[in-house]
Structures are given as structure tokens and as C-alpha cells.
């Protein structure tokens, strides 16, 4: 075998554990994979006093970053500790010192992708991220890879596993949203503060990720529409599924054309208008003189049942991709825990000793001022199917108001229906109306008239269709 390749872990958390657990406990079959050794020469911790698995060698422990980085005996630094702050400073110090990094950072990646990429060419090192999206899932590789020959025309993806298990324990359990979530939390799903989970800024983080890899564009996580679950109530889960839908927290990626005369065929709930009547399949090619642009957004969507997400339970992601020439591909796993992300971070070693990574890196160009022609259209130009769910007084006119409304914006509707109030006590009763497509911007429009109106007593619920 030829020389060993060293790596210096920064942050040993429960998935620098893991990593940890898995180089050393499996040296043998890394090894004969990589073509050579892999060598955990140091771990970098902020308390060494701190209890820790004990195949962790404490002989390994430090609380040095620079000696870290700066040992001849390390050619890796795995960045492991999250967020923007410190890590910047690690990734951006190994490259400058010439280490290649390994990161599971997806906020690092969404918000300085630009900065440390190009430090990553200046310094002629690799950057590998395959465990910053959907855990255990490859999805990246998938992407870069496998699925190069094609341009992919859209993504649905479920990339939160704690929502995913929340929808799902009260889509089959009847929980509430604060019962589920406990749950999700007793079980160590959710953080004791979920905010970033549930209100899709995880999600928004991965998904501008995949949208750079699959299209180029470089857009921040805050330029992604985005919505989360904490207003879902089980009566509009109850109220989809008797419509025949599932209720998950997508997020997704969609391309449309402008063609010269300035029309944009794009519809929502992750649809392009360039592909067939039966589904997401492979888009006709763009014309040379069309302007591409790429809708991104995290949301739930209401998808029908026999969908493929829609069955995808628990804290597992999933990806649906599409791509001009293969089609439908869907790639499933546990997108979060310990061994998961440990697996696709120690899949990142194997590569860079191989020196597939090396190669893969050069050719993406990844976060690059090379474009490649897509811009981001705008949240509200996106149309779609919309579930929309009102609380109402039960009064003669209010109905026709609410059409009038709808009108006004040229939405037309699908389907209507009014539910009982639990007891005839003249309280309000619920009003369920899914639309045909519309524009978001008029669809968001009508719902700000729609909620001004006395006789709605609660603002309006809304999401988009699948379909």
C-alpha cells in the first residue's frame, strides 16, 4: 500500500464520535478500499475533560486547532463543529495550509459556499461535503456524479427528519403538533430548540446546496421561500386525506424556460410546465435562445397518497431527481444520527485517498462565476395548486365573498367543502377549497383580502398541491 493518509478530526460530537468509532474500529476494511491507511492522527475537542466514548484514544485528544492543522503528518481536517463562526475559520485556515477538507457543515456550505470553494481552488485542495445533505443518503455523489450526463429539471426532497417524524406521528397517530414534537425530542429527533428544523431552514440550507450542484446558482438560504409546519392542525391533515393527500415538508427545485415573447411556462408543487400531463418526467429541451430559470422553495405540500414521498415515515429523508435523459431516479435513507453521517463522511476520506474526490472537484467547478445560464424566478410568479382551509361564521354571504375574492384574482376553484362545526353552537365551521393553478403572488394576494374579511375568524391555512 502506499503512504498513509492522515486526518486531524476538529469537533468530536456525536458525529466526530462516530467518525472517530469508524476509522478505528474498521482500519483494515478502509484500507483495503482506499488503497492505503487511514490515520486518525488528532482530535480536536473544546473541554478534554469531558466523558467520552471509549474508543476515542485520549493520547489523540487536544484542544489545539492550528497544531492540528498545521501537523505535516495531517493531509485531511474533517470539520465537524457546525455553524458558521469557528468553522469558517478551520476550513478556510486548513485550505490556506494546504489540507484537503472533509465537512458536514450545511450552513457553512449555503452561506460562504463562494468563499471557501474559491479558496479551495487557489490553494489546489478538495472540498467534500457528501454527509452536509440528507445524512446517510449520497445524494451529492448521486448528483455529481452518477447523474452527470443529464441536467436535472427538478427535485423533491424530503431533507428533515425531524419534521418527516412529526407529520408522520400525526398523520398516523392523531397527535397534535406539540404532542408529536415531545415525542420527536424524547427520542432525540429534535433539538430542545426545533426552530431550525421545523421551520424549514434546514431544509432551505440543503436545498440551496442541491440547487448549486444541479443548476449553478448560488442562492442564499434566505432567498429561498420557505415555510414550515408549526401552523399545520390535525384537522387539515384529516381534511387532506380525506381529499386523498398526504401532508410533508418538501423541499424543492423546479426549472421553467422564458421563451423570446417573455412567457414563462412553470407551474408549482415542484411541476414544470415542460414535462408531460402524467407526472415529472424528462423535459424537452430548452431552446438556445430561452432564458432557463430555477423556482426554489421549502414548504408542505399536500401530496396524493400513492405518491413515493408521501410514503417515505419517520426521520428518514428521501430524494426524488429528475433528469432530461434518465428520468425518475429516488435515492432513501436516514438523513441524520451518529453512523448515518458518520458513513458519508468517512465515504469522503475513502475518495480523497483514492483521488476520485480530487478529480470530481476540479470538473464541478462548484460555487464557481462559471454559470451555467439559470436564474432564480421569483416566489411569487410560481403557480400552483393551493389547499386553502378557512375557520368562517356559518352566515348567509359568506361564501360568495370569499369567491368574489378569488375571482378577483383569476383563481378559479377546483373543489369545496364545508364542514359541520363539532357542536351547533354558531361557532365558526371549518371551509376547505383547493384551487385550480394559480399565480402565488395573486393566490397571496387574495388570502391578505380574504383574512381582512370579519367573518373569517382565523387566519387562512394554505399550502400547495403536489399535482
Not at 448528483?143 to 452527470?148: C, D, K, P, Q
Not at 440547487?211 to 442562492?219: D, E, H, K, L, T
Not at 438560504?221 to 390535525?234: F, L, S, V, W
Not at 462565476?369 to 424566478?377: A, D, I, P
Request: net charge neutral; with cysteine; proline share 4%.
Amino acid at each position: 500500500m502506499s503512504d498513509t493518509l492522515g486526518i486531524a478530526l476538529v469537533g468530536c460530537g456525536t458525529v466526530g464520535t462516530g467518525v472517530a468509532r469508524v476509522l478505528l474500529a474498521h482500519a483494515e476494511r478502509i484500507a483495503q478500499r482506499a488503497g492505503r491507511p487511514l490515520a486518525l492522527r488528532r482530535i480536536v475537542v473544546q473541554n478534554l475533560n469531558k466523558p467520552r466514548d471509549a474508543i476515542i484514544p485520549r493520547e489523540l485528544l487536544s484542544t489545539d486547532i492550528a497544531a492540528a492543522i498545521h501537523d505535516p503528518a495531517v493531509q485531511v481536517v474533517v470539520e465537524l463543529i457546525g455553524g458558521t463562526g469557528i468553522a469558517k475559520t478551520v476550513v478556510l485556515e486548513a485550505l490556506t495550509a494546504g489540507k484537503h477538507v472533509v465537512t458536514a457543515n450545511k450552513a457553512l456550505l449555503a452561506d460562504c459556499g463562494g468563499e471557501i470553494f474559491e479558496a479551495a481552488r487557489q490553494a489546489e485542495r478538495t472540498v467534500c461535503f457528501e454527509a452536509a445533505v440528507a445524512g446517510g443518503v449520497p445524494i451529492i455523489r448521486a448528483l455529481g456524479e452518477s447523474l452527470a450526463a443529464n441536467q436535472v429539471t427538478a427535485i423533491q426532497a424530503i431533507l428533515n427528519g425531524t419534521s418527516n417524524f412529526i407529520l408522520t406521528a400525526m398523520a398516523e397517530r392523531n397527535l397534535s403538533y406539540t404532542a408529536a414534537l415531545a415525542e420527536a425530542q424524547q427520542l432525540g429527533y429534535a433539538e430542545a430548540d426545533p426552530t431550525l428544523d421545523v421551520d424549514g431552514s434546514d431544509a432551505a440550507h440543503k436545498l440551496a446546496i442541491l440547487a448549486q450542484i444541479s443548476f449553478g446558482v448560488a442562492a442564499k438560504p434566505h432567498e429561498i421561500a420557505r415555510q414550515g409546519i408549526e401552523t399545520i392542525d390535525p384537522m387539515d391533515i384529516r381534511f387532506a386525506h380525506e381529499l386523498g393527500y398526504t401532508i410533508k415538508l418538501l423541499a424543492e427545485a423546479w426549472t421553467s424556460t422564458r421563451t423570446p415573447n417573455g412567457e414563462r411556462g412553470m407551474r408549482g408543487g415542484g411541476l414544470d410546465t415542460t414535462l408531460s400531463n402524467s407526472g415529472l418526467h424528462p423535459a424537452a429541451p430548452h431552446r438556445p435562445t430561452a432564458e432557463k430559470a430555477v423556482a426554489l422553495h421549502v414548504a408542505p405540500v399536500l401530496l396524493r397518497h400513492t405518491d413515493l414521498l408521501a410514503q417515505v415515515r419517520g426521520a428518514y429523508n428521501a430524494v426524488l431527481v429528475y433528469g432530461d435523459i434518465v428520468g425518475e431516479t429516488l435515492y432513501q435513507g436516514p438523513g441524520a444520527g451518529q453512523m448515518p453521517t458518520a458513513s458519508s463522511v468517512v465515504a469522503d476520506l475513502i475518495d480523497l485517498a483514492v483521488g476520485r474526490a480530487q478529480r470530481t472537484f476540479a470538473a464541478a467547478k462548484l460555487w464557481s462565476r462559471e454559470g451555467r445560464g439559470f436564474t432564480v424566478e421569483p416566489p411569487e410568479r410560481v403557480r400552483s395548486r393551493f389547499y386553502l382551509r378557512l375557520l368562517v361564521a356559518d352566515k348567509p354571504g359568506v361564501l360568495a365573498d370569499i369567491t368574489r375574492i378569488l375571482a378577483d384574482e383569476q383563481i378559479s376553484i377546483s373543489s369545496l367543502v364545508q364542514h359541520e362545526a363539532a357542536e351547533d353552537n354558531g361557532g365558526p365551521v371549518p371551509l376547505v377549497i383547493v384551487t385550480h393553478y394559480a399565480a402565488t403572488g395573486r393566490f397571496r394576494r387574495a388570502i391578505e383580502r380574504i383574512n381582512a374579511l370579519r367573518t373569517v375568524a382565523a387566519p387562512a391555512v394554505f399550502f400547495s398541491m403536489g399535482d
